[in-house]
């Protein structure tokens, strides 16, 4: 990744490349989404519906959605755009998408296909597809600029590019989980490269917009947006799932002594249970919203 007018240092970039596989492709997070996929379409389909808002679907499009994963939004897009479009889900590796291929056949979504991309060299051809999505992925892409060139390529003149990124660091769905861990982290990891991707960049007010406008794009919109999390499973639950699907905490996560693990665990459980109501949980999820057209 590189800010616009620098040059991206290639094994810095490489660097991230390799980190971004590991977190995400390796059997240990397929499993954890595996087993918490219905739980988490149902806390995130406030940001399923904003990408489909940001879109402007219609039934007869082709649309291109990075880093599918499970099937958010890709799924509900085939839907939208049935009978007569077609969806593209691409992802970094086959496991995720194996899931979301079971899903689509279980709905009997016919309109949909899965193929393995890098969003920095998509495999298609030039003005390929009406609508490009991508639901949480872009602040994981190694070399933004040149992605987004990529994306910005593979639509149609006219074509819209839609994103949803997570908001400023600031907020419960960090501060209850994540950010009780960091605290206890024997020996904290750096700050986030500013040049490299980072879960929370976007929260920065107005950066996904220059990205989008840096690449090429026209009539670009950026808004922030607080949707609501519900989680139906218990308080404990919500943190099992954290420990489980959170790829790059993982790691921190195992720096800990059971007794701080512990810890962390009972403060995290207080601090969530201030959003639970008896029934559900329901955290302020603040996300970040961009568009953009090809000219």
């Not at 087993?35 to 007869?60: M, V, Y």
């Not at 958010?72 to 691409?90: F, H, K, M, Y």
């Not at 750096?190 to 989008?212: I, V």
Request: charged share 25%; aromatic share 8%; glycine share 8%.
């Amino acid at each position: 990744m590189s800010t616009p007018g620098t040059s991206p240092d290639p094994a810095k970039i490489q660097m991230f490349r390799t980190r971004l596989r590991e977190e995400w492709t390796g059997e240990r997070t397929v499993a954890a989404w595996r087993k918490w996929h219905a739980q988490i379409a149902a806390f995130t389909r406030g940001a399923t519906e904003a990408i489909l808002e940001a879109a402007h679907l219609r039934p007869d499009m082709r649309v291109l959605d990075l880093a599918c994963g499970v099937g958010d939004p890709a799924l509900s897009i085939a839907a939208e755009v049935a009978p007569s479009g077609r969806v593209t889900a691409t992802d970094l590796g086959p496991g995720m998408m194996s899931l979301a291929e079971e899903l689509a056949r279980k709905k009997g979504l016919a309109n949909i296909e899965f193929r393995e991309a890098n969003a920095e060299s998509l495999p298609f051809a030039d003005a390929s597809f009406d609508v490009l999505s991508c639901r949480f992925g872009i602040m994981f892409f190694p070399d933004l600029a040149k992605a987004l060139r990529e994306c910005l390529r593979v639509l149609k003149p006219g074509g819209r590019a839609a994103f949803v990124a997570w908001g400023k660091k600031e907020q419960p769905f960090f501060s209850t989980t994540a950010g009780i861990i960091l605290k206890r982290v024997p020996v904290p990891p750096p700050p986030p490269d500013p040049d490299g991707p980072s879960l929370f960049m976007f929260g920065e007010r107005d950066r996904l917009r220059r990205a989008l406008e840096s690449a090429g794009f026209a009539n670009v919109h950026e808004e922030d947006r607080i949707i609501p999390g519900r989680w139906s499973g218990s308080v404990e639950e919500y943190w099992e799932q954290f420990t489980e699907v959170a790829a790059p905490f993982r790691p921190l996560l195992d720096q800990l002594t059971t007794e701080q693990r512990a810890q962390a665990r009972d403060e995290s459980l207080l601090a969530v249970k201030k959003f639970w109501d008896g029934r559900e949980i329901n955290l302020p999820l603040e996300i970040v919203i961009g568009s953009g057209i090809r000219p």
